[in-house]
Nanobody, 119 residues
Framework: QVQLVESGGGLVQAGGSLRLSCAAS????????MGWYRQAPGKQRELVATITSDDSTNYADSVKGRFTISRDNAKNTWNLQMNSLKPEDTAVYYC?????????????WGQGTQVTVSS
């Protein structure tokens, strides 16, 4: 069982920046996708960004050009650099790991960290 620990949330004014980090315990040898999701009050959880083992990235349209996801495979860590933050970015952010192993996908989640952007 993989455990994820995330950090870096906080309060910031519109236009500011924050950096979220996620660390996975244990070895990861299977095909995997690391990512970030968020959930705002009264809204459904949504994808923010993902990055694959070969560094292919995918972003939600709402964050393209502002957020950057990166990973360090050797350390089993990944992060989300968030620039030009907007009030609508306010949400609980969750790091995520998807592993393809023994013929199916496994899904792991961090504990969540609050990001609040004031106007």
């Amino acid at each position: 069982q993989v455990q994820l620990v995330e950090s870096g949330g906080g309060l910031v004014q519109a236009g500011g920046s924050l950096r979220l980090s996620c660390a996975a315990s244990g070895s990861i040898f299977s095909i995997n996708v690391m990512g970030w999701y968020r959930q705002a009050p009264g809204k459904q959880r949504e994808l923010v960004a993902t990055i694959t083992s070969d560094d292919s990235t995918n972003y939600a349209d709402s964050v393209k050009g502002r957020f950057t996801i990166s990973r360090d495979n050797a350390k089993n860590t990944w992060n989300l650099q968030m620039n030009s933050l907007k009030p609508e970015d306010t949400a609980v952010y969750y790091c995520n790991l998807k592993q393809f192993r023994a013929g199916r996908w496994y899904d792991y989640w961090g504990q969540g960290t609050q990001v609040t952007v004031s106007s």
